[in-house]
Nanobody
């Protein structure tokens, strides 16, 4: 099982980025997918999650209204559209898959079974 995150980079505060997470064919369309992030010296924290069909989403309070998670199962890809970025959004962003859930949107990292390698997002002030 492979998850490949991409789309990170350097952006000014107020700017936008779109992260992508490509799933290998061994993953299932039926799994809940999530995004987490980890800043230097900090614990990994939940950002967003989406149900298998995209009908349900969950966001951390710090990103609600600015970030949007979506998925295209025909392309085996999950996205995280990030708008109005702030310096405090700077972190390595990870996508993750929960093979045991279709609609239960986990917000804790231990609920997820597979992880991508991470993509760096840096927001300058």
């Amino acid at each position: 099982v492979q998850l490949q995150a991409s789309g990170g980079g350097l952006v000014q505060a107020g700017g936008s980025l779109r992260l992508s997470c490509a799933r290998s064919k061994r993953t299932s369309d039926m799994w809940v997918m999530g995004w987490f992030r980890q800043a230097p010296g900090m614990d990994r924290e939940f950002v967003a999650a989406i149900s298998w069909n995209g009908a349900s989403t969950e966001y951390a309070g710090s990103v609600k209204g600015r970030f949007t998670i979506s998925r295209d199962n025909t392309k085996n890809t999950v996205y995280l559209q990030m708008n109005s970025l702030k310096p405090e959004d700077t972190a390595v962003y990870y996508c993750a898959a929960d093979r045991n859930a279709r609609t239960r949107l986990g917000i804790f990292s231990h609920e997820y079974d597979y992880w991508g390698q991470g993509t760096q997002v840096t927001v300058s002030s």
